[in-house]
T-cell receptor, first 112, second 119 residues
Framework: GNSVTQMEGPVTLSEEAFLTINCTYT??????LFWYVQYPGEGLQLLLK?????DKGSNKGFEATYRKETTSFHLEKGSVQVSDSAVYFC???????????FGPGTRLSVLP | GAVVSQHPSWVICKSGTSVKIECRSL??????MFWYRQFPKQSLMLMAT?????????EQGVEKDKFLINHASLTLSTLTVTSAHPEDSSFYIC???????????????FGEGSRLTVL
């Protein structure tokens, strides 16, 4: 079956630090990969996505590259801000497959 | 981009009453919508898949008589929590996927969430 594994955190960083949140997946078929972000008290927002191998998704300074050989989609940001404090979910979706599959989420706290 | 809207964003009710939460796709047609429940500091738990014009498909352990789902049109799905009790207090989130036949992106579009508190 399909599954997503990500570091569960919580992750606490100082402002301007480098961020990496690891995400690996298993899937039958050829998945699309996503990172969603959930700010306190809100629903989920799409942060970035990649639909095929070697694609790089990027948004708001965050990046993630679809690595088929390592089945990974690690999220990175060179310099985090306090406003980046949120929960980040890695997810996959397979065409014609059932449902989205979410990772457990990683809570990020950025301190000033 | 596509927008999914939930209403109400928060609701407080007395134990034993029923509460309806609406999920609307505002600028696209969604044949499939999903309902999730999220406990504090936890990931999303899929409750059911709502299909337009047919019965919802519930995940194991979710009571279909407790959580009534209706998907009467391509832009609206509703979740009704019947005879609510304090243990039903939670954050409920809906999402929708693009209509089949359109270019597949796999992306889910999420509502803002509805926080239910049962006293």
């Amino acid at each position: 079956g399909n599954s997503v594994t990500q570091m569960e955190g919580p992750v606490t960083l100082s402002e301007e630090a480098f961020l990496t949140i690891n995400c690996t997946y298993t899937a039958t078929g050829y998945p699309s990969l996503f990172w969603y972000v959930q700010y306190p008290g809100e629903g989920l927002q799409l942060l970035l996505k990649a639909t095929k191998a070697d694609d790089k998704g990027s948004n708001k300074g965050f990046e993630a590259t679809y690595r088929k050989e390592t089945t990974s989609f690690h999220l990175e940001k060179g310099s985090v801000q306090v406003s980046d404090s949120a929960v980040y979910f890695c997810a996959l979706s397979v065409r014609y497959g059932q449902n989205f599959v979410f990772g457990p989420g990683t809570r990020l706290s950025v301190l000033p | 981009g596509a927008v999914v809207s939930q209403h109400p964003s928060w609701v407080i009710c007395k134990s034993g009453t029923s509460v309806k939460i609406e999920c609307r796709s505002l600028d696209f047609q969604a044949t499939t919508m999903f309902w999730y429940r999220q406990f504090p500091k936890q990931s999303l738990m899929l409750m059911a898949t709502s299909n337009e014009g047919s019965k919802a498909t519930y995940e194991q352990g979710v009571e279909k008589d407790k959580f009534l789902i209706n998907h009467a049109s391509l832009t609206l799905s509703t979740l009704t929590v019947t005879s609510a009790h304090p243990e039903d207090s939670s954050f409920y989130i809906c999402s929708a996927r693009d209509r089949p036949g359109q270019e597949f992106t796999g992306e889910l579009f999420f509502g803002e969430g509805s926080r239910l508190t049962v006293l």
